[in-house]
C-alpha cells in the first residue's frame, strides 16, 4: 500500500512571497488533515476534509493560508503571504474516516524556511 | 480547554535501561488517546490507540497504558533503533470533529 505522498520536501522563500503544497492522500481515504509542526512542538492540526468538504479549519489562518481538496483526493495547502514565523513542517495526514478508531496515516512533510 | 503535557522533554538511556514516558492529559471526554513515534525528517508513524482507564496496549519493547488522567508508554530494555520521539495525542469526545491534540513529544536518545 503506497503511503502519503507530499511535495515538495523542502522550501525556502522569501517573506511575503507565496507558496503552495501538495499532498496525495492513501486511495481511498476519505478524510484528508494538513498539520504545521513548529521545531520542538507536536503537530497543530490546520484543517481536515471529509471528501471535498471542511470538518474543521479553526486554526487556519485564513487571512493568509488557503486549503482546497479536488474531487476528495489530492490537496493542496497555500500561504499567501508568508511570514517569518510561518517557518515550520507541514505534514499531510489521511485516514479511512473521521472516527477515532482509524489511526492516522502521515506523510514525510514539507519543511517550509521563510527567510 | 484541552490540553496534553509529556514529561520529560528528553530523556537519554543506556542500551538495556528501562524507562516510562508520561503523557497527561486535560479533555472534557476522552475518546481515545494515541501514541506516534516520529523519526527525524519523517512524519510520525502510529503506535497505539487507548480508549479507557484500565487498557493496556504492547509492541515488541513498548507498553501502552492508560488511567483517567494520563498515559504511560513503557519501554523496556531498549535497543538504539528505539531513539525518536515519541508524542503523545488525545480526542475529545465532547468535540465533534475529532481532531487530534498532540503534546510536544519526548525526545528519546539510546546509546549503545
Known amino acids: 500500500e503506497a503511503g502519503v505522498a507530499q511535495s515538495p520536501r523542502y522550501k525556502i522563500i522569501e517573506k511575503r512571497q507565496s507558496v503552495a503544497f501538495w499532498c496525495n492522500p492513501i486511495?481511498?481515504?476519505?478524510?484528508l488533515y494538513w498539520y504545521q509542526q513548529i521545531l520542538g512542538q507536536g503537530p497543530k492540526l490546520l484543517i481536515q476534509?471529509?471528501?471535498?468538504?471542511?470538518?474543521?479549519d479553526s486554526q487556519l489562518p485564513k487571512d493568509r493560508f488557503s486549503a482546497e481538496r479536488l474531487k476528495g483526493v489530492d490537496s493542496t495547502l497555500k500561504i499567501q503571504p508568508a511570514k517569518l514565523e510561518d517557518s515550520a513542517v507541514y505534514l499531510c495526514?489521511?485516514?479511512?474516516?473521521?472516527?477515532?478508531?482509524?489511526?492516522?496515516?502521515f506523510g514525510p512533510g514539507t519543511r517550509l524556511t521563510v527567510l | 480547554e484541552d490540553q496534553v503535557t509529556q514529561s520529560p522533554e528528553a530523556l537519554r538511556l543506556q542500551e538495556g535501561e528501562s524507562s516510562s514516558l508520561n503523557c497527561s492529559y486535560t479533555?472534557?471526554?476522552?475518546?481515545?488517546l494515541f501514541w506516534y513515534r516520529q523519526d527525524p525528517g519523517k512524519g510520525p508513524e502510529f503506535l497505539f490507540t487507548?480508549?479507557?482507564a484500565g487498557e493496556e496496549k504492547e509492541k515488541e519493547r513498548l507498553k501502552a497504558t492508560l488511567t483517567k488522567k494520563e498515559s504511560f508508554l513503557h519501554i523496556t530494555a531498549p535497543k538504539p533503533e528505539d531513539s525518536a520521539t515519541y508524542l503523545c495525542?488525545?480526542?475529545?469526545?465532547?468535540?465533534?470533529?475529532?481532531?487530534?491534540?498532540f503534546g510536544t513529544g519526548t525526545r528519546l536518545k539510546v546509546l549503545a
Open positions: 486511495s481511498g481515504h476519505a478524510t
Open positions: 487507548l480508549y479507557s
Open positions: 476534509f471529509q471528501n471535498n468538504g471542511v470538518v474543521d
Open positions: 495526514a489521511s485516514s479511512s474516516t473521521g472516527d477515532s478508531y482509524n489511526e492516522q496515516f
Open positions: 479533555v472534557s471526554g476522552l475518546r481515545g
Open positions: 495525542a488525545v480526542q475529545d469526545a465532547t468535540s465533534g470533529t475529532y481532531k487530534y491534540i
